[in-house]
Nanobody, 126 residues
């Protein structure tokens, strides 16, 4: 599946952004979908993920209560709504698709994903 992430930009601390991941080639409801980010000089890290059933959603602890993942099967998109943004959220954000055969705990593992979008830059100023 081909993925295209968009919606990044520059925002002040406390602001909001909505990232969108558009899929083509296959329907995303047959994939586990994840959002990851990579900050300057940092490893790529899990932000949030949703299993193919749409029932199980998980988040990185530091974004719980601020970020929300949603899936629109009709549009074939997975969005990441980011509120109360902090400077430490600054990173390139990537969406990824992985096999639905992966279990819930593997949502956190970037190696469980086979297809990646190109990334969109989010910069949060203090």
């Amino acid at each position: 599946v081909q993925l295209q992430a968009s919606g990044g930009g520059l925002v002040q601390a406390g602001g909001s952004l909505r990232l969108s991941c558009a899929a083509s080639g296959r329907t995303i409801s047959t994939y586990n979908m994840g959002w990851f980010r990579q900050g300057p000089g940092k490893e790529r890290e899990f932000v949030g993920g949703i299993r193919w059933t749409g029932v199980n959603i998980r988040y990185k602890d530091s974004v719980k209560g601020r970020f929300t993942i949603s899936r629109d099967s009709a549009k074939n998109t997975v969005d990441l709504q980011m509120n109360s943004l902090k400077p430490e959220d600054t990173a390139v954000y990537f969406c990824a698709a992985g096999s639905k055969r992966k279990i819930l705990s593997e949502l956190y593992n970037p190696r469980a994903y086979d297809d990646w979008g190109q990334g969109t830059l989010v910069t949060v100023s203090s």
